[in-house]
């Protein structure tokens, strides 16, 4: 096979491999094409404000588990001189405050961010949460927990019991037909009677029956994920268990599948929240809704997600590792820009690759004021060179001065620009110095061997392909693509590989031979 | 004349471009290994003369820093002679010093320099700022050519020289280079040195540029270039074709120059020749080179000469 079919066939490869595992990451995977696709993120804060009591507080709040179809991409307590300690329990974490003397007023928040993402499942079940069983502990009698009522309460909740008991044939129904009765329009008489009784709501009374009937149950508390939500408490539904599974209960509307939206803060019979040694204190949460881009949630969704073929994802890095990444994964596209430059225009560059690391240097420090930078640096450093070359120093140790004068340079713009108030300058130390001094010693002599004129058009030349690589890397969808999707590395790859074995005239070359196309 | 040409009518002409001269020429008949003998102008110098060709004399070599401190005495024989590195490429780094007044040298343009600023430059010279890739380089001292009287009406303030490609052993096309004031002596055309295409069949002028625009006159002796006859021209391709058998490089460019004294020498080879030569002949290399692949390997060295003077020249 001639050299030239191999460089069509180790393209055509190269670039199809390419292609075809970006198609399947979009197309099975589900990763988006681009950075705008938005998703929504929820922070749920639930706010504490207590009233001290001029004794030792202590303050203990149940937090949620991680759950299916929720992905919980941070909590951090804000508690300013309280103390934060997780303690875990059979029934998930806590989240415990301590104070020695709280006085006067005080806020604890507890922020929590949340991502609904309907795939997203988590190993641990949720059902090994089991609520210590009322109903073992207190003797099976026909009053069973009801011992503890009076006489009428407990001939009513009987009554209620043997009527709910007829029209249901298990748990799941009997726990149904109870709702209904306590939710119907004109409730019996022995709901009525219940409903009177004092210390005692639907909820209770409904958990108390169904220890009565041993059925196993657990409370959920939790809160619809819905923007501008504020000074709300927790929603509570109930779980029945049948079986292996739990079946999910509104208290007003019965049996439903659980809400897509609704974040289960917690699962069990424990307390949500308990205080000790304060005057005053109250729980409330507030939800509240942004839209983010999905590129900046991908590490923490889809991307760590199960699948194996993503973990040999550059997201499962860790995060600093992926900074330098983002940054490597561009020169790619900027040598491309080179390349293309050189061999199909034609342009003339000082130094083949200088032009991309100067492009990387305007990425951090944004094109003008890199370029005024730039500008700077390479004059003062070309008028200190020409009268370095008066001093009649060797080659290397004149390089090695050039440096240090650029250090120099650099640092007095800093200096002098903070103090001015223009930050921007700080990023300065994003040039590659030692390059820039290369720089300038080849334009000087280069000024020297063959003119100014020279030194304009490669400077220029340097100067042009810089910007078109800057402007080609830092770019929203480049960055995205180039990070998320790294074997179009393989394209690129290919593409250059092609233009190797371009034979055909520079643009520029158009122009050069133009006497001889008379 | 457009300002642009049209890809078409260079490819009718034969221009090739710097791609395909980098691929199909220099990357499939210049191997690698071969580059040393033409980059190194003192192992060009030896190769040339065991094959016969004759090349300027060499007076001394530089290979240390500290031999810098004995400069005055290495070049006290000598009133005239060019400073040149050894790995230089395009007449980078070269000085030629055409006569002392007392303690100062004076180079070809007039100008004036002292010892100390020779020194400077031989010391830049050896630190490899002038060689391909800034490795350490070697400075050598040469005679100075003494061009012959008859290129004295086409040059101005120095050497002019022959560039002849050579592919295959076959000397493709040729031209002369001859410095202008603007080019500050140097036979450089990028500094606007006159390119003046040559008759490979004759050794006549053909055709001259300047900075890409065809001319007449030299600029600064205003002579006519049509009156432009190199002597010697057979012997001038016979030294060119023997540089193939001599490096084995497949595209090869040979710097010829006429001295007064000793006729045609080598100067230097090159094997990355540009393509000027093409706008000086008004001409493209391509349908030569393909003529000459047609051809049967293995001929002689006056086969090869004939050939091109008989058949090349006519396409």
């Known amino acids: ?518 | 004349m457009s300002w642009i040409a049209s890809i078409q009518k260079l490819k009718e002409k034969g221009v090739i471009g710097m791609n395909y001269r980098n691929i199909e020429l220099i990357g499939r008949y210049n191997s690698r290994d071969k580059y040393p003998l033409v980059d190194n102008k003192l192992i060009t110098k030896k190769i040339a003369q065991e094959a016969g060709i004759a090349v300027t004399e060499l007076y001394a070599k530089i290979e240390w820093q500290s031999e810098l401190n004995r400069l005055h005495d290495i070049l006290a024989p000598y009133e005239n002679f060019a400073i040149k590195p050894v790995h230089g490429s395009g007449g980078k780094g070269i000085i030629v010093i055409t006569h002392r007044e007392g303690d100062v040298f004076i180079k070809a343009n007039g100008e004036s320099m002292t010892l100390l600023q020779i020194r400077d430059h031989i010391s830049n010279i050896l630190s490899g700022l002038y060689s391909l890739g800034g490795r350490y380089d070697v400075a050598i001292i040469e005679k100075l050519v003494v061009f012959d009287p008859v290129f004295q009406n086409f040059s101005y303030e120095g050497v002019p020289d022959i560039r002849i490609i050579v592919y295959k052993g076959y000397p493709l096309m040729a031209m002369m280079r001859c410095p202008t004031h603007q080019s500050n002596g140097k036979a450089n055309l990028h500094q606007g040195a006159v390119g003046v295409g040559i008759d490979i069949g004759t050794g006549r002028a053909l055709n001259a540029v300047m900075h890409n625009h065809p001319i007449q006159t030299h600029p600064n002796t205003k002579h006519d270039f049509a009156e432009l006859q190199i002597p010697q021209w057979e012997k001038i391709l016979h030294i060119a074709a023997t540089c193939y058998d001599m490096t084995g490089l497949g595209y090869l460019g040979t710097d010829i120059v006429f001295d007064e004294n000793f006729g045609p020498l080598l100067l230097e080879l090159n094997a990355r020749p540009g393509l000027a030569i093409q706008i000086a002949n008004d001409k493209g290399e391509r349908h030569r080179v393909e003529r000459v692949d047609k051809e049967k390997e293995g001929k002689s060295v006056e086969e090869r000469v004939r050939f091109s003077m008989d058949v090349l020249s006519k396409i």
């Open chain 1, 1 to 518: 096979m001639s050299s030239k079919l191999q460089v069509f066939a180790i393209a055509f490869v190269l670039a199809a491999l390419g292609f075809f595992v970006t198609w399947y990451k979009i197309v099975y995977l589900d990763i988006p094409i681009t950075p705008n696709e938005r998703q929504s993120l929820f922070t749920i804060s639930a706010e504490i404000t207590l009233t001290g009591d001029n004794a030792p507080a202590h303050i203990s709040m149940a937090l949620p588990s991680p759950q299916t179809g929720m992905k919980i991409i941070s909590q951090e307590s804000e508690s300013g001189e309280f103390g934060y300690t997780i303690t875990k329990t059979a029934e998930g974490d806590r989240a415990e405050w301590a104070k020695r003397t709280v006085e006067g007023d005080a806020n604890i928040f507890y922020k929590i961010t949340v991502v609904p993402e309907p795939f997203y499942k988590v190993l641990t079940d949720e059902s090994i949460i089991v609520p210590e069983e009322p109903n073992q502990i207190v003797e099976p009698t026909e009053e069973g927990v009801l011992s503890l009522w009076e006489e009428s309460d407990r001939s009513a909740a009987l009554t209620l019991i043997d009527t709910v008991r007829k029209r249901s044939a298990d748990p799941i129904s009997f726990t149904a037909e109870l709702i209904w009765q306590f939710n119907a329009k004109q409730p019996v008489e022995s709901v009525s009677a219940l409903l009177n009784m004092k210390g005692q709501n639907k909820l209770s009374l409904i958990t108390t029956l169904l220890d009565q009937e041993n059925i196993q149950h657990r409370k959920v508390r939790g809160i619809y994920l819905e923007d501008g939500q504020k000074g709300r408490r927790l929603t509570t539904m109930i779980e029945v268990k049948d079986g292996n599974d739990w079946e999910f209960f509104d208290l007003e509307q019965g049996h439903i599948v659980k809400p897509a939206n609704f974040f289960v803060w917690q699962r069990g019979n424990e307390t949500l929240f308990k205080t000790k040694g304060l005057a005053k204190s109250k729980l409330r949460f507030a939800v509240t809704e942004t839209q983010v881009p999905v590129s900046s949630l991908a590490q923490a969704n889809k991307l760590a997600s199960n699948s194996e073929f993503l973990n040999f994802s550059l997201y499962t890095l860790p995060s600093s590792q992926q900074n330098a990444f983002k940054q490597i994964l561009l020169v790619p596209m900027g040598v491309l820009i080179v390349v293309i430059l050189r061999i199909l225009i034609g342009i003339r560059t000082m130094g083949t690759f200088m032009p991309v690391l100067f492009a990387l240097a305007f990425i951090q420090t944004t094109l003008v004021s890199g370029l005024i930078m730039f500008f700077v640096i390479v004059f003062s450093g070309l008028f200190i060179r020409f009268y370095l070359s008066r001093l009649r120093l060797l080659l290397v140790a004149r390089i090695s001065a050039v440096i240090i004068v650029v250090i120099a340079i650099m640092s007095i713009m800093s200096i002098v620009s903070y103090k001015l108030g223009i930050t921007q300058v700080l990023t300065i130390t994003f040039f590659p110095m030692i390059i820039l001094s290369w720089t300038i010693e080849r334009m000087s002599i280069l000024w020297e061997e063959e003119g100014g004129r020279e030194v304009m058009i490669q400077g220029g030349g340097s100067l042009i392909v810089a910007v078109l690589a800057y402007f080609a890397m830092d770019n929203e969808l480049v960055m995205y693509l180039s990070f998320t999707f790294p074997e179009l590395l393989l394209v690129i790859l290919a593409m250059i590989i092609l233009i190797g074995r371009y034979t055909g005239y520079r643009i520029t070359e158009l122009l050069r031979f133009a006497p001889l196309g008379r």
